[in-house]
């Protein structure tokens, strides 16, 4: 794994624009950055990402299992009593996944240890798996990279086997935050794939949801949502008017129910007690244990997302920290595990799994060493 300045194609904003990438830039500053890439080998994609990202999916299921039937645990993680019976169905009745992104810090020579996984409203979805693919074919067209780089990514094809696999009945409502760019991208981006699954799909932002006098959740034209896909958070949802309406709704959401406990923060310590010791987790506890750390660590609020409320600690000094609106359901610890750094900028990777199988990498890079929401986006290819 090494980082490879390249000259950036003359094109690429004009590109962007035209395939609806409207966030490429933020704020003024560079989010895509195609200055440089990230190469692999593809032992290093397979053995050291790919294969770790496959088993320890199956042993969040071993942890999402021990939870539902573990009030202890469910108090813990912070999702209310009023719907634990309705996450634990979720679960039971193995209601459909289809997408998610674990984060590694991973240097190249050591196992790649998990920060986090974003099991629910994960972002950063459509440069990872279109943009950058695009990115590639034209470099290598263009003579900036080798003739003979791959990339590990079938993101594409994997969410559109996903969306066909579902057998989703009627219309699938796609919902984003108002007024979010990068949300909205990413929704309609995931609507592009569903409708070449051939899935009738509507485009509603979260505002526009309602409920009708039957307890049904309803579009602005007061049509009946039986299926939604929503990139907002579960805990979120549970605070809606229409949260309580939920669970007899009828409507199957995409993330089902069960994701809020793979997207909490709490999991990791959870992890780590079923399968202390290994090689990709990190020592991990809730705040009450958090004396059997020893050493640095991260402090990280049991909901919290693109870094906000996380802070780095070591020998009694705060690091770093990232202000934000989480935390107060609480927050667990974290042994310290720095990002590895390449010219200055320390490197993320995150692994995204497609109905729960391994499909593609994407990499944000920071000059500090928190991922947060400006952190640019970096391409990568796979070359021995």
Request: hydrophobic letters at 35%; a negative charge; proline letters at 5%.
């Amino acid at each position: 794994m090494i980082r490879i300045s390249i000259q950036e194609r003359e094109n690429w904003q004009e590109l962007a624009k035209e395939v609806g990438f409207q966030f490429h830039t933020i704020d003024g500053e560079k989010y895509w950055d195609e200055s440089a890439c990230y190469r692999f080998t593809l032992e290093q994609i397979e053995q050291d990402i790919e294969d770790p990202t496959a088993e320890l999916e199956q042993m969040c299921f071993q942890a999402v299992d021990r939870v539902v039937n573990d009030e202890s645990l469910m108090e813990k993680l912070a999702i209310p009593q009023p719907y634990w019976d309705y996450v634990r169905s979720s679960w039971q009745n193995r209601e459909r996944n289809l997408y998610g992104r674990m984060d590694f810090s991973y240097d190249g020579k050591s196992p790649a240890k998990l920060l986090e996984y974003n099991a629910d409203t994960p972002t950063s979805l459509y440069e990872s798996a279109a943009f950058q693919w695009v990115w590639m074919e034209q470099a290598m067209e263009q003579g900036l990279i080798p003739p003979d780089c791959d990339q590990f990514n079938s993101i594409h094809e994997q969410l559109i086997s996903a969306f066909r696999a579902m057998e989703i009945d009627g219309t699938l409502h796609m919902a984003a935050c108002q007024g979010s760019l990068e949300d909205e991208g990413t929704v309609l981006y995931l609507e592009e794939c569903a409708t070449q699954a051939h899935v009738k799909t509507h485009f509603i932002h979260m505002e526009e949801i309602g409920i009708d006098a039957d307890g049904r959740l309803t579009d602005l034209q007061d049509n009946v949502i039986t299926n939604l896909f929503k990139l907002y958070p579960w805990e979120w949802m549970m605070r809606e008017e229409f949260g309580e309406a939920m669970p007899n709704s009828g409507v199957t959401f995409i993330e089902p129910a069960w994701k809020t406990i793979l997207s909490n923060k709490g999991i990791l310590p959870v992890l780590w007690e079923m399968f202390e010791g290994h090689p990709n987790l990190l020592p991990s506890y809730f705040m009450e244990d958090a004396h059997k750390l020893i050493g640095g660590f991260a402090k990280k609020p049991i909901y919290s997302r693109e870094g906000a409320g996380v802070s780095l600690h070591e020998n009694g000094q705060t690091l770093e920290e990232v202000k934000g609106p989480y935390g107060e359901e609480g927050h667990i610890v974290q042994a310290l595990h720095p990002l590895p750094v390449f010219e200055g900028n320390h490197a993320v990777i995150g692994s995204w799994l497609v109905a729960s199988q391994p499909s593609g990498i994407g990499i944000r890079e920071d000059n500090s060493a928190i991922t947060k929401d400006t952190s640019r986006f970096v391409p990568h290819v796979i070359r021995e």
